[in-house]
């Protein structure tokens, strides 16, 4: 199995982003699909996650609100829109896949794509 992300880049206070991860190999519409983020000198942190169906969600406290996470099981994919971004929103964001349907712990997660860099500049 493996995770793209996609979509990062450099914004403004206030701005958005849609982040994307397209996963090939293992049985897409069965993982429970999940993304966390790392800044410098922090440890990882949940940002959200999304059960098989799409029908249930979580999200961090951090991202409540102003985050939202989506998937396309036909394109096997998952998505992050990200709006009213803050400068404390810079990290690395790394998607993941978690065979069980659902999971919101980075231990439960077995497949990790590589990371996009988002910076928001204040």
């Known amino acids: 199995v493996q995770l793209q992300a996609s979509g990062g880049g450099l914004v403004p206070t206030g701005g958005s982003l849609r982040l994307d991860c397209a996963v090939s190999?293992?049985?897409?519409?069965?993982?429970?699909m999940g993304w966390f983020r790392q800044a410098p000198g922090r440890e990882r942190e949940f940002v959200a996650a999304?059960?098989?169906?799409?029908?249930?969600?979580y999200y961090g406290d951090s991202v409540e609100g102003r985050f939202t996470i989506s998937r396309d099981n036909a394109k096997k994919t998952v998505y992050l829109q990200l709006n009213s971004l803050n400068p404390e929103d810079t990290a690395v964001y790394y998607c993941?896949?978690?065979?069980?349907?659902?999971?919101?712990?980075?231990?439960?997660?077995?497949?990790w794509g590589q990371g996009t860099q988002v910076t928001v500049s204040s």
């Open positions: 999304i059960n098989w169906s799409g029908g249930r969600k």
């Open positions: 993941a896949a978690d065979r069980s349907g659902f999971a919101t712990t980075q231990r439960s997660f077995e497949y």
């Open positions: 190999g293992g049985t897409f519409s069965s993982y429970g």
